[in-house]
Structure formats: structure tokens, C-alpha cells
């Protein structure tokens, strides 16, 4: 287990308790008095900080679940193991925090169940329902850690019989409410049953352990809404500049995504074995960060041809504080994490590791904030510059985030005991 | 029928009657002005949730100098609503009528439309504890009941006329031709984001009287059309895929186990 936790009361754990409550506090407000009240959110810029970080960069850096838990359960990767349940635990809490930073920023919360049934040409409808189903999976995925807590050997078999039906269930209902078609429901439903059969039936093997179509569920999910995010700004043609906005912006988030969720992972495991005491499997860490200088790479390959394809270079250089914040993004969050990462030896220390993956995750949270803050020019209204309350509030999200994340890896047998 | 409003700007004096008139029907209060707000007379700067239809005071260069040359800004119902396709949750409706129409009672406040509007035609109640999203309708609830818009029945120069959307249009081109000199030759709405019911005829070109320029004759949906057409087949695509790479890999892993196994008897 570990030796250390935020419910003793250390410096750390105050200010992280103090950013919690103080963040619940300016939730309260914003309840009671209006969004205008703790933000500086208009008409001219209806969405700022929230969506920016709590939700665009929240899931993109909550990504790092269903890789591990797609690269260890579906394609092999045995040797990371000890990796999965703290990522896919991150995963959970991250998009809990996602679905509160959004109650939080939505006008009316309590109509959210019509995004269910709603519009679907809409990407908003298909980030609803994807993120939903994606929740529900990392809560099936996380289950067998509460089953071995209280050692509930039925309800574990019981979980490894029905998962994979569930997890059928979901993406058929899932396919057809996209199309309202039930040739594609029924198309769907086909190829995940006949993959079903044939692991069943012994033609290719099976995970004894965990069902391959819950795992897979969670990366065909992950996949299409990490890319709807960029979808959601195809439709700002006017307001977002060319430097981000480009018909490539759907394949952009989903790669970056996937690179800053793996790096973000590092980086929490560093920092929980620091700041909590765990103890972290460090060279299945290093040797799965692996992947990403290659996501890395690949994305700064799209982000050069994108800009090319697109004319737009003279407005690297064009000054201001668009083309500033695209060379920060650029050079802080894609080449330099690149460097750190191919440099011999760098990430197989501790220090290297944190460092490199820092500036993968740090590159991202500021690649979603130039899409939806600085990138963003509306006619006749001023600049947006988020209001201390939506820091607090946002501050308060993470930091909530941090003691469930402490209270659940206490709880639940999370982290492989020595 | 598709019907619709043609604002003829040069025959506007700025009374602001259709402002008022707007308030009235929709029983929105008041809001506090100033006379002069620095940027000139135009009150309010801005549309705002009581506020769908603001006159816009613009100074433009003509021939003879410096003059008046009044603008309009309210929804101007696309043929193709953006508002309409970005909201998840079919608060936002395209009537067969032409009036683009909101239910508060599906919405939920994310404020999507405000995002992908090309006019920035909805407005947030920001400061509610339950927050609306508002705009011009039309009058839709008039058009029903076989009236006419407020707007367009108060005006009292004629500058606003409502009726058939293709008719309007037909009018529109009849006043360019009959007087080229009064005119430029554009009809805003007629093609911009692929149409809107509420065209307008200006004496200037319309960027310089603060109409949004630059937009495609693509209706804006059309942008993520393929994106969301592409979900099933992502979805096929990569069940078969993750499904064949899963049995290949462990295929192999199965198999190197049984070599190890085999090499362990030996």
C-alpha cells in the first residue's frame, strides 16, 4: 500500500482541499446567480476557459485509459500489465470531472437527458452519447478491482459472461442512434457477434481475464469522440483562424490526444508514487512512453502538411498573438517534448520522464486553448480573457478530481502490491 | 411556402420603429442606452436577449462624403441553419415557413448555436438562473395565425416588406435593374451560407455597413456533413480492424507460447 494520502493534513493536501471547496463554493454561486456572474463568457464568446481545458483538454488528456487498456488487453501488451487499472481509474475520474465541468458550464443541466434523443447531425448529440457510453464502460472496466476488494467471485464471473454482450449492446444502440438506420444497426451487431462466437467458440484466443469487447468498446468510442471534438469547430469556418482551423481538425485531436492522454499518464504516475507514495511499475512506464515520440512525430508531420496544404504559412509569421501562441504550441508542446523523448537516456530517469511528458500535456492543454480561446475573433466584441472565478472553478474540478483519485487508489486495489 | 423579409436599407431613415415594435410583440424590456455610446448612435451597441432587432448607424464614404447609411441585424434565418445542425438536442428548428424557432424546453444552455452562427444571431441570458437562448422568430406565432412580422407591419417607410421568399427576391433584382445608381449589385442573403429568408438591398457595399463578408455560398452544415456521414463506417471499419489485428496478435502470441512450452519438453 502506500504511505502517504491527503487526509493527512500536509501543506499539499490543504491547498488541495482549499481549491475544492473553493471551487464548489463558486459552483454554488454560478448556480445561484448565473454563468454571467463568475464569468466573462458572451455573446461574442459563449464558450472560454471551461470548455478549453475542463472539457476539450479533459478528455483528450484522459485518453491514456483506453490506449493502455487497448494495447495490454487487445494487441499483447502483457509486460504493461500494472499500467491498466490506474490509467483506466484516470480515465474514469477524468471524464466524471469532464461531465461536472460541463453541468457546470451548460445553461440548463437538467434537460441533458434530451441528448439522447436528439439531433443527430450534430456533433455535440454524438460527443453526448459517446462520452456516456464511454463512462459506462471505464465504470465496467473498473468493476473487478471492487469485486476483488470484497472478493465477490460470482459477481466477477458473472461480470466476464455478460460484459461483452453489454458491451455489444452499447455500440449497436450507439450505430443506431448516429444513423437511425437499422441496416447499419444490424451490421454493427453482426461483425461484434461473430467476433464474440469465435473467441467463444475457440477460434482465436481470449483474455481469460478481461473481455477483448469491452476493452475494444472503449477504444472505438474513445476514437470517434476524441475526433468529434475537432469536429464541433469545423462549423466556425468564420470565427476560428486558419492557423487551427482546417478540415484535418478532427484526425488533429485524435492523434494529439492520444499522445498527451500517454504522456498524462506518466506524469500522474510520477507524480502519484511523489506526492501519494505509490509504488509505479517504472520500466513498463518508460518502455510504454515509448509510443510517444511516434504519436509525437506523426502529429507534427499532419500539424506541417496541414499548415502547407492550406496556404496559411504566411501567418506564422505575421506576428500577434495568434501566430505567438501557435509557435509556443508548436515548439513547446510537439518538437521539444520530441527532442527530450529521442534523446538517449533522457526519459529512463525519473526527472526526464515527468519533464517530457510535462511538455506533451502542456501542449496540448494550450493546442485546445488556442481552438477555442485565442484563436477565436469575433467581429465588434473585445478579447476573451477567462475571470478569476473560472480559474477557481476549474481549479476546484481538478482538485476534486485529485482526492477522489487519492480516496479511490486507498480503497480499491488499484496499484500492484509489492 | 418559404416566405421571408427584404430590407431595402436605402429606404431606412433609422427611426428604430422596428426595434420598438420588436419589444412590444415579444415583450422584452427595456434596456439602458446611452445617447452617444462613442461609437456612434447606434443603440444598443449590440443585439442582446432583449434585443432581437437592432438598426445599425454606419458611417460610410460615398461619393459625397461622410453619410448615414443604415444597417439591420437580427436572425436572419438561414435556408440551411447551422444553429439548426449544431444543436444536439432539436431545440432549434427550421420551420417549412422559413422562421428558424427555439423550444426552451429541450435546450440545454450549451450555447453551441452561438458558436456557428455566421450572423451571431443568438443571444445567452447570462445572467439567469435559468437561462434562455434568444432571437428573432419571425413572428412565427403571427405568421400562423396569418399575420405579418411586427417588424414589417410597422415600418413606415416600406423599407421592410415581408412575403415569398422567391417573390421578395424577384423584387429585389426588379429595384436594381429600374435603379442601378441606388443600389450595389448584390442581394445579401440571396446566396451567402447557401440562403436566408431575410435579404437585404444596400446602397454600399455590405461589408463596409457591417454585414459579415467573406462567407461561402455553401450552406455551413455542409462542413460537417461528411464527418458525421463517416460514423457508421468508422464504426464497421474499426470492428473489423481491431478485431483482426486483436486475433493476428494473439494468434502469434499463442503460437510462441507453444514453441516455448514444446522447447521446455525437449
Redesign the interface.
Known amino acids: 500500500m502506500k504511505d502517504k494520502s491527503f487526509s493527512a493534513l500536509t501543506p499539499g493536501a490543504l491547498i488541495v482541499w482549499f481549491f475544492a471547496l473553493a471551487g464548489m463554493v463558486g459552483i454554488v454561486v454560478r ?7 463568475v464569468s466573462n ?4 464568446y ?2 472560454g476557459l471551461w470548455v478549453a481545458v475542463d472539457i476539450m483538454a479533459g478528455v483528450a488528456l484522459a485518453s491514456g485509459g483506453f490506449v493502455v487498456a ?1 494495447v495490454v488487453h ?3 501488451g502483457k509486460q504493461f500489465q500494472a499500467l491498466a487499472r490506474p490509467a483506466v481509474l484516470t480515465a474514469l475520474l477524468g471524464y466524471l470531472m469532464f461531465v461536472l465541468g460541463l453541468i457546470v ?5 437538467w ?2 437527458f ?2 439522447f ?10 460527443i ?1 452519447w459517446c462520452a456516456s457510453l464511454y463512462t459506462l464502460v471505464l465504470c465496467l472496466e473498473l468493476l473487478p478491482a471492487v469485486f476483488e476488494k470484497y472478493s465477490m467471485k460470482r459477481a466477477l464471473r458473472l461480470w466476464l459472461k455478460a460484459s461483452p454482450w453489454l458491451a455489444i449492446l452499447l ?1 449497436s444502440v ?2 443506431y442512434a ?2 437511425y ?1 437499422l441496416v ?1 444497426f444490424l ?2 451487431t453482426a ?2 457477434v461473430v ?1 464474440e462466437f ?1 473467441m467463444v467458440g475457440g477460434k ?2 481470449r483474455d481469460v481475464q478481461v473481455p ?1 469487447l469491452l476493452i ?1 468498446a472503449g ?2 468510442l474513445s ?2 469522440h476524441q ?2 471534438l475537432g ?2 469547430y ?6 476560428l483562424s486558419a492557423l487551427w482551423y482546417s478540415p484535418q481538425l ?1 484526425i488533429l485531436f485524435l492523434v494529439s490526444g492520444i499522445g498527451a492522454g500517454v504522456s498524462m499518464m506518466a506524469m500522474e504516475a510520477l507524480g502519484s508514487e511523489k506526492l501519494m507514495g505509490h509504488r509505479i511499475p517504472f520500466r513498463p512506464l518508460v518502455a510504454f512512453s515509448r509510443l510517444v515520440p511516434m504519436v509525437l512525430a506523426l502529429y507534427l508531420v499532419l500539424k506541417i502538411v496541414d499548415i502547407l496544404s492550406r496556404d496559411v504559412l504566411p501567418l506564422l509569421f505575421a506576428g500577434g498573438a495568434a501566430a505567438i501562441m501557435w509557435w509556443v504550441e508548436v515548439v513547446l508542446g510537439i518538437v521539444l517534448p520530441l527532442v527530450l523523448y529521442l534523446w538517449p537516456g533522457f526519459t529512463a530517469k525519473r526527472k526526464g520522464l515527468f519533464w517530457a511528458s510535462f511538455f506533451v500535456v502542456a501542449g496540448v492543454v494550450i493546442n485546445r486553448i488556442n481552438v477555442v480561446m485565442v484563436g477565436v475573433d ?3 466584441w473585445g478579447p476573451y480573457y477567462p475571470s478569476w472565478s473560472e480559474w477557481l472553478i476549474t481549479m476546484g474540478i481538478i482538485a476534486m478530481g485529485l482526492l477522489a483519485y487519492d480516496w479511490l487508489t486507498d480503497e480499491l486495489p488499484i496499484h500492484e502490491s509489492p | 411556402m418559404m416566405k421571408g423579409i427584404l430590407a431595402d436599407t436605402t429606404r431606412c431613415i433609422g427611426c428604430r420603429g422596428c426595434q420598438v415594435a420588436c419589444k412590444q410583440q415579444h415583450d422584452l424590456d427595456a434596456q439602458k442606452t446611452l445617447f452617444f455610446w462613442g461609437d456612434g448612435y447606434q443603440n444598443p451597441p ?3 436577449a432583449e434585443t432581437w432587432n437592432l438598426v445599425t448607424f454606419n458611417d460610410a464614404r460615398s461619393e459625397n462624403g461622410y453619410e448615414w447609411v443604415f444597417g439591420r441585424r437580427q436572425c436572419f434565418h438561414c435556408m440551411e441553419p ?1 444553429c ?8 432549434l428548428k427550421k420551420t417549412p415557413e422559413g422562421p428558424v424557432v427555439y423550444d ?9 448555436c ?3 452562427c ?1 450572423f ?1 444571431a ?11 437562448i434568444r432571437k428573432c422568430n419571425m413572428c412565427a406565432d403571427r405568421m400562423a395565425r396569418g399575420e405579418h412580422p411586427a417588424c414589417t407591419v410597422t415600418c413606415a417607410t416600406g423599407a421592410l416588406l415581408f412575403g415569398d421568399r422567391k417573390a421578395l427576391l424577384a423584387e429585389a433584382w426588379t429595384r436594381i435593374k429600374k435603379d442601378p445608381d441606388r443600389y450595389v449589385n448584390h442581394i445579401y442573403g440571396e446566396n451567402e451560407v447557401g440562403g436566408t429568408c431575410v435579404l437585404h438591398l444596400a446602397k454600399v457595399p455590405f461589408e463596409r455597413i ?1 454585414y ?1 463578408a ?3 455560398d455553401a450552406p ?2 455542409n ?3 461528411t ?2 456521414h463517416a ?2 463506417y ?3 471499419g ?3 480492424v ?2 483482426g ?3 493476428i ?6 503460437a510462441e507460447e507453444k514453441d516455448g512450452q514444446e522447447e521446455n519438453d525437449s
Open positions: 448556480f445561484w446567480a448565473g454563468l454571467g456572474a463568457l458572451s455573446d461574442g459563449p464558450w487497448g487487445l494487441f499483447g458550464d451548460m445553461g440548463q443541466p434537460h441533458m434530451y441528448l434523443f436528439g439531433n443527430h447531425m450534430s456533433p455535440l448529440y454524438e453526448g455500440l450507439f450505430t448516429m444513423t438506420s447499419w451490421v454493427v461483425i461484434l467476433w469465435l482465436t484466443r477483448f475494444g477504444v472505438m476514437f470517434l475526433a468529434s469536429v464541433l469545423l462549423m466556425a469556418p468564420h470565427k478532427p469575433v467581429e465588434r | 449590440h443585439r442582446t447551422a439548426v445542425a449544431a444543436c444536439p438536442v432539436e431545440a426552451t424546453s429541450r435546450c440545454i444552455g450549451c450555447r453551441y452561438q458558436i456557428v455566421p451571431n443568438p443571444r445567452f441570458e447570462w445572467n439567469k438562473r435559468v437561462p434562455e457591417g459579415p467573406g462567407l461561402s455551413f452544415p462542413q460537417i456533413k464527418a458525421m460514423i457508421p468508422a464504426m464497421t474499426m470492428a473489423a481491431f478485431g489485428l486483436a486475433w496478435i494473439n494468434r502469434r502470441m499463442s
